[in-house]
Structure formats: C-alpha cells, structure tokens
Nanobody
Framework: VQLVESGGGLVQAGGSLRLSCTASGNTFDYNGMGWFRQIPGNEREFVAAISSAGSSKYAESVKVRFTIYRDNAKETVYLKMNNLKPWDPAVYYC????????????????WGQGTQVTVSS
C-alpha cells in the first residue's frame, strides 16, 4: 500500500485545514485508515481513525475539533481540523491498520511521507 498525504500548511490559531490521504495498492487488506502526528523528538501520536464502514475514533485532544471521513470511491481519507490550537503543529501522517483493535496504534503501518501543519499565534 502506498499513501500520499497533502493539505498541510500554515494557518492562524483558530483556523482550519483539511488534510487528504490517497491510498493505492492492496488497501482491501485493511479495515481502517488513520492519522497520526509527530513533533521532532517525540513519538508519533494517534489522532484519529476510521473504519471501512465509516465508524471513527479520536484522541481526546482533538475530539470535537477534528473530523475524519473518507471517500471510498477515491480511496481517500480526509482529516478536517477546526479551531487549530498552538499544540497542534506537527507532521501529520496517514496509515492503514486494524480499526477493530482497541489500540489502533499498534496495528498502524504503511506510512506516507507526511504533511506539515504549522499554527501561528
């Protein structure tokens, strides 16, 4: 599976961005796709995941503000980020994995190259 993220950029605090992740290859081997983020020197952090049927789950820090959704026909997953906070800047990565696992992070793989999100105050 190959994943390509896009949509990052610079936005003011309180603003919005929409990230996209387009998948190709044997995506049918996975029942979930998700987003993670990483700040230099820190571990990659789970943000959100979505099942092939459209169920979703989120990290507590982004609930209400972020929405994950997908377009199966385009094999694309989106992350709409509203009300961006000063602690949201990071490189955001897309992954495939097992949505049904209680800890999606342990099943995530096939990382894309990431897309940088920067928030100015």
């Amino acid at each position: 599976v190959q994943l390509v993220e896009s949509g990052g950029g610079l936005v003011q605090a309180g603003g919005s961005l929409r990230l996209s992740c387009t998948a190709s290859g044997n995506t049918f081997d996975y029942n979930g796709m998700g987003w993670f983020r990483q700040i230099p020197g820190n571990e990659r952090e789970f943000v959100a995941a979505i099942s092939s049927a459209g169920s979703s789950k989120y990290a507590e820090s982004v609930k209400v503000r972020f929405t994950i959704y997908r377009d199966n026909a385009k094999e694309t997953v989106y992350l709409k980020m509203n009300n961006l906070k000063p602690w949201d800047p990071a490189v955001y990565y897309c992954s495939v994995g097992d949505y049904n696992n209680d800890d999606y992070s342990t099943t995530a793989g096939c990382w894309g190259q990431g897309t940088q999100v920067t928030v100015s105050s």
